[in-house]
C-alpha cells in the first residue's frame, strides 16, 4: 500500500476531518497493539494514515503509549513520512498558546521507556545517526505547506520531552529553559528516534496548549488551567487541516 503521509494525533487531535473512502485498519506488530485502529482514507485524492496516540477517548497516559508499535504500524502500512502532532507549552517568548511551531531538536528527560527496535533481544543494535532529530526533508515541506495555507508557523525549535502524565514544575521549566528547550511536551520522544531508526521521515508539528510553569519569563506567570488548554488546543488545531491539505496538494 503507498501512504502519501501519516499523521500521529496527540492531545485533542482524535481523528482527522474530511478524509475520503474511510476505512479502519487494526494492525497486528511484534511489540503488541497500536494506540488505535488506523484509520486510512484519501484526501485531495492522496492516501492518508491517521493514528490517535492516546487512543480515540485519550486513554493511553503519555508514559504508557506503545510507540513501538505504533510507529511499526505505520511503516507496514507502507508510510514513509510521519507527521507528528504533539500538544505542547511554550517556554520561549514566541512560543505563546495557539501558536504552531516546527521544532527542529529535541532533548530527552523520559525514563523508563522503551525506547529503541534494538530493545527486542533478537534485534540488530543499530546505532542511528540522530544529531537532527526531525527530517529536514519533512520540515521544510511542511513550513511551505502553513505559507501556502497562510498557517502562521514558527519555524525552529527544541522540543524538551517529559515523562508525564503531571505537568511540570515551575523549576523544571527553569532548567529546562537554561538547557536551551523551548517548548516542553510529553509524546515527543522515542517517537521521533523510532521512527530514524526505520528510516521514516519524521517531522513534528507542535500546538502550544498553554503557557508552562513560570512563563513567560519576566510577566506574571499564569496559573495553568485546564480548561483553558483545551479551548487553545480547540482552537490551533483547527489551523492543521489546512496546513496538512496543503502538505497534500
Known amino acids: 500500500m503507498q501512504i502519501d503521509l501519516a499523521i500521529v494525533g496527540g492531545t485533542g487531535l482524535y481523528n482527522f476531518p474530511g478524509l475520503a473512502k474511510v476505512e479502519k485498519r487494526v494492525v497486528q506488530t511484534p511489540y503488541g497493539p497500536a494506540s488505535d485502529a488506523i484509520t486510512l482514507g484519501e484526501l485531495g485524492g492522496k492516501q492518508v494514515a491517521f493514528l490517535a496516540r492516546h487512543a480515540s477517548g485519550h486513554s493511553i497516559p503519555p508514559h504508557r503509549i506503545n510507540y513501538r508499535a505504533n510507529v511499526?504500524?505505520?511503516?507496514?502500512?507502507?508510510?514513509?513520512?510521519?507527521?507528528?502532532?504533539?500538544?505542547?507549552?511554550?517556554?520561549?517568548?514566541?512560543?505563546?498558546p495557539r501558536v504552531l511551531a516546527v521544532p527542529d531538536q529535541v532533548i530527552d528527560y523520559t525514563h523508563g521507556r522503551i525506547t529503541s527496535f534494538c530493545d527486542d533481544g533478537a534485534a540488530r543494535v543499530e546505532h542511528i545517526d540522530f544529531t537532527e532529530p526531525y527530517s529536514a526533508r519533512l520540515r521544510s515541506e511542511v513550513l511551505a505547506a502553513a505559507g501556502r495555507a497562510g498557517i502562521a508557523v514558527v519555524d525552529g525549535g527544541c522540543y524538551g520531552a517529559t515523562q508525564g502524565p503531571r505537568l511540570e514544575t515551575r523549576a523544571e521549566i527553569a532548567r529546562m529553559r537554561s538547557d536551551g528547550c523551548d517548548l516542553v511536551g510529553m509524546t515527543g520522544m522515542p517517537e521521533a528516534a523510532l521512527a530514524r531508526e526505520l528510516k521514516l521521515d519524521y517531522a513534528c508539528l507542535a500546538v502550544v496548549a498553554n503557557w508552562a510553569a513560570g512563563c513567560p519569563q519576566g510577566d506574571a506567570a499564569p496559573e495553568i488551567s485546564l480548561p483553558e488548554i483545551?479551548?487553545?488546543?480547540?482552537?490551533?488545531?483547527?489551523?492543521?487541516?489546512?496546513?496538512?491539505?496543503s502538505l497534500l496538494a
Not at 72 to 96: E, T
Not at 231 to 242: R, S
Request: aromatic content about 4%.
Open 72 to 96: 511499526w504500524a505505520l511503516h507496514s502500512l507502507g508510510a514513509s513520512r510521519v507527521l507528528g502532532v504533539n500538544a505542547v507549552g511554550g517556554i520561549r517568548a514566541d512560543m505563546a
Open 230 to 245: 483545551f479551548a487553545h488546543l480547540e482552537a490551533a488545531t483547527a489551523k492543521i487541516p489546512p496546513v496538512i491539505a
